[in-house]
Protein backbone atom coordinates (compact mmCIF):
# COMPACT_ATOMS: atom_id res chain seq x y z
CA UNK A 1 0.00 0.00 0.00
CA UNK A 2 1.54 3.38 -1.22
CA UNK A 3 2.18 5.60 1.83
CA UNK A 4 2.30 8.76 -0.04
CA UNK A 5 -1.16 8.91 -0.43
CA UNK A 6 -2.82 12.06 1.49
CA UNK A 7 -6.25 10.81 2.79
CA UNK A 8 -8.68 13.95 2.38
CA UNK A 9 -9.62 16.40 5.33
CA UNK A 10 -12.77 16.03 7.09
CA UNK A 11 -12.45 18.97 8.95
CA UNK A 12 -12.13 20.58 5.74
CA UNK A 13 -15.09 23.56 4.74
CA UNK A 14 -15.73 23.64 1.21
CA UNK A 15 -15.23 27.75 1.86
CA UNK A 16 -11.49 26.47 2.44
CA UNK A 17 -11.49 27.06 6.48
CA UNK A 18 -11.25 24.48 8.75
CA UNK A 19 -13.54 23.47 11.33
CA UNK A 20 -13.15 25.18 14.75
CA UNK A 21 -16.29 24.51 16.62
CA UNK A 22 -19.49 21.90 16.99
CA UNK A 23 -21.37 24.30 14.65
CA UNK A 24 -18.83 24.25 12.14
CA UNK A 25 -18.55 20.01 12.55
CA UNK A 26 -22.70 20.69 12.00
CA UNK A 27 -21.92 22.71 8.66
CA UNK A 28 -18.99 20.12 7.34
CA UNK A 29 -21.32 17.14 8.63
CA UNK A 30 -23.98 18.17 6.34
CA UNK A 31 -21.57 19.05 3.25
CA UNK A 32 -19.93 15.59 3.77
CA UNK A 33 -23.21 13.91 3.47
CA UNK A 34 -24.54 15.68 0.79
CA UNK A 35 -21.28 15.30 -1.33
CA UNK A 36 -21.03 11.60 -0.49
CA UNK A 37 -25.10 10.58 -0.79
CA UNK A 38 -24.96 12.11 -4.04
CA UNK A 39 -21.94 10.93 -5.49
CA UNK A 40 -21.78 7.71 -4.27
CA UNK A 41 -24.79 6.26 -4.13
CA UNK A 42 -27.10 8.16 -6.32
CA UNK A 43 -29.01 9.91 -3.76
CA UNK A 44 -31.51 8.09 -1.02
CA UNK A 45 -35.32 7.57 -2.07
CA UNK A 46 -37.88 9.47 -0.73
CA UNK A 47 -39.20 9.56 3.11
CA UNK A 48 -42.57 8.31 2.91
CA UNK A 49 -45.63 10.27 4.24
CA UNK A 50 -46.49 7.09 6.40
CA UNK A 51 -44.76 3.96 7.63
CA UNK A 52 -47.11 1.25 9.30
CA UNK A 53 -46.38 -2.21 11.18
CA UNK A 54 -49.00 -4.88 10.08
CA UNK A 55 -48.79 -7.56 12.43
CA UNK A 56 -49.29 -10.94 10.78
CA UNK A 57 -48.57 -13.61 13.52
CA UNK A 58 -47.41 -14.05 16.90
CA UNK A 59 -45.90 -17.44 18.38
CA UNK A 60 -44.38 -18.91 21.44
CA UNK A 61 -41.13 -20.23 21.21
CA UNK A 62 -40.99 -23.33 24.21
CA UNK A 63 -37.56 -24.65 23.01
CA UNK A 64 -36.62 -20.55 24.05
CA UNK A 65 -37.85 -20.09 27.77
CA UNK A 66 -40.72 -18.13 26.67
CA UNK A 67 -39.55 -15.80 23.94
CA UNK A 68 -41.64 -15.27 20.56
CA UNK A 69 -41.53 -14.90 17.07
CA UNK A 70 -43.81 -12.09 15.32
CA UNK A 71 -44.33 -12.15 11.30
CA UNK A 72 -44.89 -8.41 10.38
CA UNK A 73 -45.18 -6.76 7.71
CA UNK A 74 -43.72 -3.23 7.00
CA UNK A 75 -45.79 -1.02 4.77
CA UNK A 76 -45.49 2.23 3.31
CA UNK A 77 -47.75 4.98 1.88
CA UNK A 78 -50.50 6.07 0.96
CA UNK A 79 -48.87 7.81 -2.32
CA UNK A 80 -46.61 5.31 -3.76
CA UNK A 81 -47.49 2.13 -1.49
CA UNK A 82 -44.29 -0.36 -0.20
CA UNK A 83 -44.56 -3.23 2.12
CA UNK A 84 -41.91 -6.12 3.11
CA UNK A 85 -41.95 -8.51 5.63
CA UNK A 86 -40.11 -7.94 9.15
CA UNK A 87 -39.51 -10.95 11.25
CA UNK A 88 -39.05 -10.89 15.19
CA UNK A 89 -37.45 -12.85 17.98
CA UNK A 90 -38.81 -11.38 21.58
CA UNK A 91 -36.63 -12.16 24.50
CA UNK A 92 -39.17 -12.92 27.84
CA UNK A 93 -40.12 -10.42 29.80
CA UNK A 94 -41.99 -7.04 29.18
CA UNK A 95 -39.18 -4.90 27.57
CA UNK A 96 -38.63 -2.51 26.34
CA UNK A 97 -35.89 -4.20 24.78
CA UNK A 98 -33.11 -3.25 22.91
CA UNK A 99 -33.04 -4.31 18.73
CA UNK A 100 -30.64 -5.79 16.62
CA UNK A 101 -31.49 -5.04 13.26
CA UNK A 102 -30.28 -7.27 10.05
CA UNK A 103 -31.26 -6.86 6.48
CA UNK A 104 -29.42 -9.60 5.59
CA UNK A 105 -32.59 -12.88 5.68
CA UNK A 106 -31.76 -13.16 2.26
CA UNK A 107 -28.27 -15.12 3.15
CA UNK A 108 -29.31 -16.47 7.07
CA UNK A 109 -25.90 -15.60 8.24
CA UNK A 110 -28.16 -15.88 11.43
CA UNK A 111 -27.54 -19.41 12.92
CA UNK A 112 -29.82 -20.94 15.42
CA UNK A 113 -26.85 -19.91 17.88
CA UNK A 114 -26.24 -16.96 17.07
CA UNK A 115 -30.45 -16.10 17.66
CA UNK A 116 -30.21 -17.83 20.89
CA UNK A 117 -27.13 -15.09 21.87
CA UNK A 118 -29.15 -12.15 20.77
CA UNK A 119 -31.62 -13.34 23.08
CA UNK A 120 -30.00 -14.33 26.21
CA UNK A 121 -28.55 -10.82 26.07
CA UNK A 122 -31.51 -9.57 26.26
CA UNK A 123 -31.96 -8.33 22.71
CA UNK A 124 -34.66 -8.62 20.30
CA UNK A 125 -33.70 -10.05 17.12
CA UNK A 126 -35.27 -7.96 13.91
CA UNK A 127 -34.63 -9.55 10.62
CA UNK A 128 -35.82 -8.31 6.99
CA UNK A 129 -34.55 -9.59 3.62
CA UNK A 130 -32.98 -6.36 1.75
CA UNK A 131 -33.51 -8.11 -1.74
CA UNK A 132 -36.92 -7.58 -1.35
CA UNK A 133 -36.61 -3.70 -1.28
CA UNK A 134 -34.93 -3.97 -4.58
CA UNK A 135 -33.37 -7.09 -6.08
CA UNK A 136 -29.49 -7.92 -6.19
CA UNK A 137 -29.54 -7.18 -9.93
CA UNK A 138 -28.98 -4.89 -12.46
CA UNK A 139 -32.36 -2.13 -13.00
CA UNK A 140 -31.92 -2.37 -16.53
CA UNK A 141 -32.30 -6.10 -16.42
CA UNK A 142 -35.14 -6.29 -13.71
CA UNK A 143 -36.84 -3.44 -12.52
CA UNK A 144 -38.59 -4.73 -9.38
CA UNK A 145 -39.58 -4.12 -5.53
CA UNK A 146 -38.96 -0.45 -4.84
CA UNK A 147 -37.50 1.14 -8.45
CA UNK A 148 -41.57 0.10 -9.50
CA UNK A 149 -42.55 2.73 -7.07
CA UNK A 150 -39.78 5.29 -8.14
CA UNK A 151 -38.93 4.17 -11.72
CA UNK A 152 -37.24 7.17 -12.39
CA UNK A 153 -34.83 7.44 -9.37
CA UNK A 154 -31.03 7.68 -9.71
CA UNK A 155 -30.52 5.82 -6.27
CA UNK A 156 -28.60 2.91 -6.39
CA UNK A 157 -29.28 -0.35 -4.46
CA UNK A 158 -27.21 0.30 -1.21
CA UNK A 159 -29.08 3.38 -1.02
CA UNK A 160 -32.64 1.46 -1.27
CA UNK A 161 -31.24 -1.32 1.03
CA UNK A 162 -30.30 1.78 3.81
CA UNK A 163 -33.96 3.09 3.12
CA UNK A 164 -35.54 -0.45 4.03
CA UNK A 165 -33.41 -0.15 7.40
CA UNK A 166 -34.97 3.58 8.33
CA UNK A 167 -38.45 2.14 7.01
CA UNK A 168 -37.70 -1.02 9.71
CA UNK A 169 -37.16 1.78 12.31
CA UNK A 170 -40.12 3.99 11.74
CA UNK A 171 -42.24 0.72 12.38
CA UNK A 172 -40.20 -0.46 15.49
CA UNK A 173 -40.65 2.91 17.51
CA UNK A 174 -43.87 2.10 17.26
CA UNK A 175 -43.72 -0.75 19.56
CA UNK A 176 -44.23 -0.40 23.38
CA UNK A 177 -41.54 -3.47 23.51
CA UNK A 178 -38.43 -1.94 21.67
CA UNK A 179 -36.44 0.50 23.24
CA UNK A 180 -35.96 3.16 20.63
CA UNK A 181 -32.97 4.67 21.91
CA UNK A 182 -31.09 1.30 21.79
CA UNK A 183 -30.97 0.48 18.13
CA UNK A 184 -28.21 -1.45 16.09
CA UNK A 185 -27.69 -2.00 12.91
CA UNK A 186 -25.55 -4.53 11.19
CA UNK A 187 -24.67 -6.48 8.44
CA UNK A 188 -22.29 -8.88 6.47
CA UNK A 189 -20.44 -7.54 3.04
CA UNK A 190 -22.59 -5.87 0.68
CA UNK A 191 -24.91 -5.23 3.87
CA UNK A 192 -22.26 -4.28 5.45
CA UNK A 193 -21.92 -1.17 2.81
CA UNK A 194 -26.04 -0.76 3.71
CA UNK A 195 -25.80 -0.36 7.02
CA UNK A 196 -22.90 2.02 7.25
CA UNK A 197 -24.96 4.14 4.55
CA UNK A 198 -28.04 3.86 6.92
CA UNK A 199 -25.92 4.55 10.29
CA UNK A 200 -24.82 7.58 8.69
CA UNK A 201 -27.86 8.85 7.28
CA UNK A 202 -30.30 8.08 10.43
CA UNK A 203 -29.88 9.01 14.22
CA UNK A 204 -32.31 7.13 15.17
CA UNK A 205 -29.80 4.44 15.21
CA UNK A 206 -27.81 4.05 18.28
CA UNK A 207 -25.05 1.03 17.20
CA UNK A 208 -23.82 0.74 13.72
CA UNK A 209 -21.77 -2.26 12.70
CA UNK A 210 -20.44 -3.50 9.59
CA UNK A 211 -19.14 -6.89 9.04
CA UNK A 212 -16.65 -7.33 6.24
CA UNK A 213 -17.83 -4.97 4.00
CA UNK A 214 -14.43 -3.86 2.12
CA UNK A 215 -14.52 -1.38 -1.24
CA UNK A 216 -17.34 0.82 -0.68
CA UNK A 217 -17.90 0.16 3.06
CA UNK A 218 -15.45 0.28 5.99
CA UNK A 219 -12.21 0.03 3.02
CA UNK A 220 -10.79 2.49 1.47
CA UNK A 221 -11.03 4.03 -2.37
CA UNK A 222 -8.05 5.64 -1.89
CA UNK A 223 -5.67 3.55 -0.49
CA UNK A 224 -5.56 -0.44 -2.31
CA UNK A 225 -4.10 -3.71 -1.00
CA UNK A 226 -2.63 -6.03 -3.10
CA UNK A 227 -5.58 -8.05 -4.01
CA UNK A 228 -8.27 -6.41 -2.55
CA UNK A 229 -11.50 -4.92 -4.43
CA UNK A 230 -11.37 -1.52 -6.70
CA UNK A 231 -13.87 0.50 -7.83
CA UNK A 232 -13.60 -0.80 -11.23
CA UNK A 233 -14.25 -3.75 -10.08
CA UNK A 234 -17.24 -3.23 -8.37
CA UNK A 235 -18.22 -1.16 -11.62
CA UNK A 236 -17.72 -3.74 -13.38
CA UNK A 237 -20.11 -6.83 -11.49
CA UNK A 238 -22.31 -4.72 -9.19
CA UNK A 239 -22.71 -0.93 -10.94
CA UNK A 240 -26.47 -1.02 -9.66
CA UNK A 241 -24.95 -0.75 -6.10
CA UNK A 242 -24.12 2.95 -6.77
CA UNK A 243 -25.12 6.12 -8.26
CA UNK A 244 -24.69 7.00 -11.66
CA UNK A 245 -21.97 9.37 -10.90
CA UNK A 246 -19.67 6.86 -9.17
CA UNK A 247 -18.53 5.04 -12.41
CA UNK A 248 -17.25 8.37 -13.76
CA UNK A 249 -14.03 8.08 -10.99
CA UNK A 250 -13.21 4.34 -11.84
CA UNK A 251 -9.43 4.75 -12.05
CA UNK A 252 -9.60 8.18 -10.85
CA UNK A 253 -10.47 7.47 -7.17
CA UNK A 254 -7.91 10.03 -5.50
CA UNK A 255 -9.94 12.29 -7.85
CA UNK A 256 -13.06 11.80 -5.21
CA UNK A 257 -13.16 14.56 -2.46
CA UNK A 258 -13.70 12.07 -0.09
CA UNK A 259 -13.20 8.38 1.04
CA UNK A 260 -15.00 5.98 3.42
CA UNK A 261 -13.81 8.14 6.68
CA UNK A 262 -16.19 10.40 5.90
CA UNK A 263 -18.98 8.22 5.94
CA UNK A 264 -17.47 6.81 9.18
CA UNK A 265 -17.28 10.57 10.08
CA UNK A 266 -21.02 10.60 9.82
CA UNK A 267 -22.16 8.41 12.40
CA UNK A 268 -19.90 10.11 15.23
CA UNK A 269 -20.47 10.80 17.64
CA UNK A 270 -22.78 7.36 17.90
CA UNK A 271 -21.11 4.32 18.11
CA UNK A 272 -19.71 2.37 15.34
CA UNK A 273 -17.89 -0.98 15.22
CA UNK A 274 -16.30 -3.18 11.79
CA UNK A 275 -15.64 -6.07 12.26
CA UNK A 276 -13.00 -7.50 9.81
CA UNK A 277 -11.01 -10.51 8.12
CA UNK A 278 -7.37 -10.47 8.35
CA UNK A 279 -7.01 -13.13 5.61
CA UNK A 280 -9.82 -11.24 3.60
CA UNK A 281 -7.35 -9.35 1.49
CA UNK A 282 -10.46 -8.75 -1.34
CA UNK A 283 -12.00 -6.42 1.47
CA UNK A 284 -8.94 -4.49 1.93
CA UNK A 285 -8.44 -4.94 5.99
CA UNK A 286 -4.82 -2.37 5.88
CA UNK A 287 -7.13 0.34 3.51
CA UNK A 288 -9.94 -0.38 6.02
CA UNK A 289 -7.23 -0.07 9.18
CA UNK A 290 -6.34 3.64 7.43
CA UNK A 291 -10.14 4.73 7.67
CA UNK A 292 -10.45 3.55 11.11
CA UNK A 293 -7.78 5.65 12.47
CA UNK A 294 -8.84 8.56 9.56
CA UNK A 295 -12.39 8.25 11.05
CA UNK A 296 -11.17 8.09 14.67
CA UNK A 297 -9.90 11.70 14.52
CA UNK A 298 -13.77 12.98 13.94
CA UNK A 299 -14.73 11.38 17.03
CA UNK A 300 -12.22 12.46 18.88
CA UNK A 301 -13.07 16.32 18.24
CA UNK A 302 -16.47 15.02 19.38
CA UNK A 303 -15.07 13.73 22.99
CA UNK A 304 -16.51 10.17 21.62
CA UNK A 305 -13.00 8.49 20.89
CA UNK A 306 -14.17 5.34 23.26
CA UNK A 307 -16.73 5.14 20.29
CA UNK A 308 -15.59 3.97 17.55
CA UNK A 309 -14.50 0.59 17.53
CA UNK A 310 -12.61 -2.18 14.78
CA UNK A 311 -11.89 -5.71 15.41
CA UNK A 312 -9.61 -8.07 13.44
CA UNK A 313 -9.69 -11.95 13.39
CA UNK A 314 -7.93 -14.40 11.44
CA UNK A 315 -9.39 -16.11 8.71
CA UNK A 316 -11.52 -15.67 5.27
CA UNK A 317 -14.74 -13.76 3.96
CA UNK A 318 -17.98 -14.65 6.41
CA UNK A 319 -19.96 -13.92 9.43
CA UNK A 320 -19.46 -16.16 11.68
CA UNK A 321 -20.13 -16.63 15.51
CA UNK A 322 -16.69 -14.88 16.67
CA UNK A 323 -17.83 -11.62 14.42
CA UNK A 324 -21.56 -11.67 16.18
CA UNK A 325 -20.09 -11.87 19.62
CA UNK A 326 -17.53 -9.32 19.07
CA UNK A 327 -20.23 -7.23 17.68
CA UNK A 328 -22.54 -7.57 20.75
CA UNK A 329 -20.12 -7.48 23.29
CA UNK A 330 -19.31 -3.85 21.90
CA UNK A 331 -23.36 -3.39 21.74
CA UNK A 332 -23.20 -4.51 25.73
CA UNK A 333 -20.54 -2.28 26.09
CA UNK A 334 -21.94 1.07 24.43
CA UNK A 335 -25.39 0.62 24.93
CA UNK A 336 -25.39 -1.07 28.51
CA UNK A 337 -22.18 0.32 29.87
CA UNK A 338 -20.83 -3.03 30.57
CA UNK A 339 -17.09 -3.33 30.19
CA UNK A 340 -15.70 -6.10 27.79
CA UNK A 341 -13.28 -8.47 28.02
CA UNK A 342 -11.33 -7.43 24.50
CA UNK A 343 -10.05 -4.32 23.26
CA UNK A 344 -11.57 -2.38 20.35
CA UNK A 345 -8.69 -0.33 19.17
CA UNK A 346 -6.06 -3.47 18.66
CA UNK A 347 -3.41 -2.54 15.63
CA UNK A 348 -2.75 -5.70 13.58
CA UNK A 349 -0.33 -3.47 11.15
CA UNK A 350 2.28 -1.71 13.65
CA UNK A 351 4.32 -0.88 10.96
CA UNK A 352 2.08 0.82 8.97
CA UNK A 353 2.17 4.85 9.67
CA UNK A 354 -1.41 6.28 9.34
CA UNK A 355 -1.97 7.51 5.49
CA UNK A 356 -2.99 11.77 6.87
CA UNK A 357 -0.90 14.45 8.89
CA UNK A 358 -4.03 16.19 9.49
CA UNK A 359 -5.48 15.83 13.13
CA UNK A 360 -8.90 16.76 15.12
CA UNK A 361 -9.11 20.61 15.38
CA UNK A 362 -8.05 20.80 19.44
CA UNK A 363 -6.55 19.63 22.35
CA UNK A 364 -7.20 15.85 21.34
CA UNK A 365 -5.42 16.12 18.41
CA UNK A 366 -1.89 15.56 20.20
CA UNK A 367 -2.72 12.16 21.57
CA UNK A 368 -2.47 10.24 18.23
CA UNK A 369 0.69 8.18 18.28
CA UNK A 370 2.03 8.46 14.11
CA UNK A 371 3.94 5.33 14.52
CA UNK A 372 1.50 2.95 15.69
CA UNK A 373 -2.19 4.63 15.41
CA UNK A 374 -2.68 3.69 18.96
CA UNK A 375 -3.79 5.67 21.64
CA UNK A 376 -1.35 6.76 24.25
Known sequence: MEQSVELPDPFRLESGNRVRSGADWQRRRREMRDLIVDIEYGGLPPVPQKTWLEELDTSALQARGGAKRVSCRVATGPDRPFSFMLNLLVPPGSGPFPVVLNGDACWQYVTEAVAAEVLRRGNILAQFDRVEIVPDTCRSELAEGLYRVYPDAGFGALAAWA????RCIDALVSLDFVDASRIAVVGHSRGGKTTLLAGATDERIALTCA???????????????PQSETLADLIRVFPYWFGPRMKDFVDRERELLFDQHFLKALVAPRPLLTTEALGDLWANPTGTWQTYLAAREAYRFLGAGKCIGIWFREGPHYHGESDWNAFLDFMDWQLRGQEPAQRFDTNPYPGLRPAFTWSAPGPDAADRDESSGETT
Open 163 to 166: WGYH
Open 211 to 225: NDSGAGGAGSFWLQA
